[in-house]
């Protein structure tokens, strides 16, 4: 079995005017969908972060790719995973650059498209999924509902602008508002909420407003993405002791591994056990060494995209098991590919001890490319199909409205600065820590 053919195309979905510590989402966020195709006729699909950058990265392998066994091309194209094409640093920290724009990550990005493919065709060629060809460990995934703070607005513009849905969420009570229309849409039993966008104490409030409503049983978590001091971080972990302490986490409260670990050490102080969850201070296998010694983060965040596909996630859920540390999973804005993909590496990844973020809710039924329409969460979670490979196909003519749709809107690079300043102030920055 030989690659024959390797298609890259660049898709706008529709986003709404999401708010977090990095600025605020465009009208459409970007991906890439890759197929590969084989001598065979199998197609392999994935789905990676997007724009004119990210697509430029996976047609650069071609070359190695094309004419490969999808078998052994996987493994010929690991030194991508640790390469740094700046040549300055193996840094690669989210800290100040939104995913998908890490030059740091490039290769692990590329090389995580790339895998996934394989493993679909792989998957059809046996005819199993992709979870069991890794080892299945469980037969549906949980997912976390991800509510954040909203501008009004469904993403879109011009005759493609959208319903919005949610409406606008600029306060507690429309994040409690908008977090029972997604549990009652979607089943969820835990939920995320992103911070760092308004003033501390207001977001402890929301929070308090989010366990009043939903219950001491149901896990609770908030990511400001380091928008606080050490001392602000403290404080709100301090104020949300009972909030976060039944399955939930503060998630990367502050910036760097050295001021998590002495956010960790004044909430022990004050007798908070409050787990720290991380996807900022740690992105790589480097990291956690340091991570470890200084007792900075008890949950990472992987991501089997930039932390460079399925079995590097695998290799770390093992490593977090050895050193007694907690896993989840994180997510930004996709499609159904990347949904599946999720669910098949969470499926073959026995660590993962927290529900999974998802993105998916902010998505579109208008704009999803997988033949069938939208993947279907029950009671929050997503069921391993019983088909081959990731167990979805591509609807050709969503995929046409999706490319055609990129190259219609003038975003080629995710810019969440550029849109606070376009949209709500001319001048802002993002500065860290801001509170």
Known sequence: MKIVELRVHKVAI????????????????????????????????????????QGAALESVRGQVVGADPFQVINRLGPLVEADPTGNSADRSQTFLVPGENPYDTGARVFSAVETAC??????????????????????????????????????????????????????????????????????????????????????????????????????????????????????????????????????????IAGMAAVRRGLLKAGVDTPLA????????????????????????CDHHYWGGMRQVQHLGKLCKTFGLGMSMHSNSHLGISLMAMAHVAAATPHLSYACDTHYPWSQAKDEVVLGGRIKFVNGCVKIPNKPGLGVELDYDQLARGVER????????????????????????????RW
């Open 14 to 53: 529709a986003d709404p005017p999401l708010r977090s510590s990095y600025g605020l989402h465009a009208p459409y966020a970007l991906r890439c969908i890759l197929e590969l195709k084989t001598d065979d006729g199998f197609t392999g699909i994935a789905e990676a972060h997007g724009g004119d950058a």
């Open 119 to 256: 493993f679909d065709i792989i998957g059809k060629a046996v005819g199993k999924p992709v979870c069991d060809l890794l080892g299945r460990a469980r037969d549906e995934v949980p997912f976390s509902a991800y509510p954040f703070y909203k501008h009004a607005g469904g993403g879109g513009e011009g005759d493609d602008k959208r319903e919005d849905e949610y409406g606008e969420c600029l306060s507690p009570e429309t994040i409690v508002r908008q977090v029972v229309q997604m549990r009652k849409q979607y089943g969820f039993a835990s939920f995320k909420f992103k911070g760092g966008v308004l003033e501390p104490d207001i977001e402890v409030e929301t929070m308090k407003a989010l366990y009043r409503e939903l219950g001491p049983d149901v896990p609770l978590r908030i990511d400001p993405n380091s928008a606080w001091t050490v001392e602000t971080s403290i404080r709100v972990g301090i104020a949300l002791k009972e909030e976060l302490g039944r399955g939930g986490y503060l998630e990367d409260p502050t910036a760097d």
């Open 278 to 301: 991380s996807n900022v201070a740690v992105t790589g296998f480097g990291d956690i060494p340091e991570s470890v010694k200084q007792d900075a983060v008890q949950i990472v965040l």
């Open 406 to 433: 990129y190259a219609k809107c003038p975003y080629r690079k995710r810019d969440d600065t550029a849109e606070m300043r376009k949209h709500v102030d001319p001048n802002w920055k993002r500065v860290l820590p």
